[in-house]
């Protein structure tokens, strides 16, 4: 079963607008993650926020996390169509004990130039 | 440094044949994991192995068979090919289970005819 589901299931916007995608999940978790898979690739780690951080930055991306929803946003700012691909999030169990990250089931951005 | 590398990238196979997916990685990750993507259902855990001698079962292990003899290697055998096992298939491996950002594959799409 998906652990964390991504909404919009499709997004498309103009080059330079901003880029928010919403991710729920439904334990508790470690840790929640983002990928980015670009067509007929594998995934490529954007972030990682933990379950006491609330917010992160990187570059032109921007992470909340609010464990209290179980649900976790990613913004992109200033798109280029670069950013064109599919995004996931992926989350952490809170035992370490067996398994691995969940994944979503994604969000695919259309960036128009 | 190669990362985590996967061979075949593609595949074709008759139902009922036998083949093995190899994974390797050259980063000294303990964790390896192998997942399946299917569209609109994100990756689904298939097998995974916190280090070498140690495998455990994933959310769809039916069909699949995986061994860890050494800590880069993880090959993923599919026992007896069946349409339904159609789907591209990505190879992680990371420092620690679901708690540090993963490392994929560019993946190998399997087509069982």
């Known amino acids: 079963s998906q652990q964390g589901e991504e909404d919009p299931q499709a997004l498309s916007i103009q080059e330079g607008e901003n880029a928010t995608m919403n991710c729920s999940y439904k334990?508790?978790?470690?840790?929640l993650q983002w990928y980015r898979q670009n067509s007929g690739r594998g995934l490529v780690h954007l972030i990682l926020?933990?379950?006491?951080?609330r917010e992160k930055h990187s570059g032109r991306l921007r992470v909340t996390l609010d464990t209290s929803k179980k649900s976790s946003s990613l913004l992109i700012t200033a798109s280029r169509a670069a950013d064109t691909a599919s995004y996931f999030c992926?989350?952490?169990?809170?035992?370490?004990?067996?398994?691995?990250?969940?994944f979503g089931s994604g969000t695919r951005l259309q960036v128009q130039p | 440094n190669a990362g985590v590398t996967q061979t075949p990238k593609f595949q074709v196979l008759k139902t009922g044949q036998s083949m093995t997916l190899q994974c390797a990685q050259d980063?000294?990750?303990?964790?390896m994991s192998w997942y399946r993507q299917d569209p609109g259902m994100g990756l689904r855990l298939i097998h995974y192995?916190?280090?070498?001698?140690?495998?455990d079962q994933g959310e769809v292990p039916n069909g699949y068979n995986v061994s860890r003899s050494t800590t880069e290697d993880f090959p993923l055998r599919l026992l007896s090919a069946a349409p339904s096992q159609t789907s591209v298939y990505f190879c992680?491996?990371?420092?620690?289970?679901?708690?540090?950002?993963?490392?994929f594959g560019q993946g190998t799409r399997l087509t069982v005819v």
């Open positions: 926020i933990r379950s006491n951080e």
């Open positions: 192995s916190v280090g070498a001698g140690i495998t």
């Open positions: 992926a989350t952490g169990p809170m035992d370490t004990g067996r398994r691995a990250l969940t």
């Open positions: 992680a491996s990371s420092f620690l289970t679901g708690k540090t950002e993963a490392f």
């Open positions: 334990t508790s978790i470690n840790n």
């Open positions: 980063m000294n990750h303990e964790y």
